[in-house]
């Protein structure tokens, strides 16, 4: 049985090298690589579409396979790669693409400057054997609203090994999400 623990970024960077990267698609290593995980950049932002009939823009989970997503319309960036977002929930897209092996799963937190900035980003557990371009929501709490540049930094993952490699990696309906495939 090997030891749990949290990777360090010397681990990260050992697993960041082909063929099967544990990120890929990082803009900058040396600035998003920290000490006990790495940082996530944002690569589009969405609104959540509440308007229309009673019940359009809201979501529905139920058991099994009974899911309807919420609609989101997606917010440009304008010509100096920013977006301005007023109090509200958000979508955003993150740029990387994570590939976790059978004996690693991840959490990510919000940046603190985020934080400082009055903004929370919530987010649920990479398991083991997860792969795609993951989606986090940002939560603007300050009544002044919030700017966000294209490509920043916004939330640092953090990855830990399991005591055994799962024999049941994640193969739900967000494996592979967003991971654009090549042409014929």
Request: glycine content about 10%; overall charge negative.
């Amino acid at each position: 049985m090997q030891a749990v623990g949290v990777l360090s970024s010397q681990q990260i960077r050992a697993m960041l090298a082909p063929p099967s990267p544990l990120v890929a698609g990082l803009i900058d290593l040396d600035e998003q690589l920290q000490a006990n995980g790495i940082d996530l950049t944002l690569r589009s932002i969405g609104t959540f579409a509440g308007a229309g009939p009673a019940g359009a823009g809201r979501g529905r989970l139920g058991t099994g396979d009974d899911r309807v997503l919420a609609p989101t319309e997606e917010v440009d960036f304008d010509a100096s790669g920013l977006v301005t977002l007023a109090p509200g929930p958000y979508l955003a897209r993150l740029n990387e693409v994570v590939s976790l092996p059978p004996n690693v799963m991840a959490i990510a937190r919000p940046r603190s400057s985020l934080l400082r900035m009055g903004a929370s980003v919530h987010n649920a557990v990479w398991d083991a054997g997860y792969s795609g371009r993951s989606q986090v929501l940002i939560v603007v709490h300050n009544p002044a609203g919030l700017e966000l540049g294209r490509n920043a930094r916004i939330v640092q993952m953090v990855f830990m090994t399991l005591d055994a490699a799962t024999d049941a990696p994640y193969a739900g309906a967000y494996q592979h999400e967003a991971i654009e495939q090549p042409g014929p």
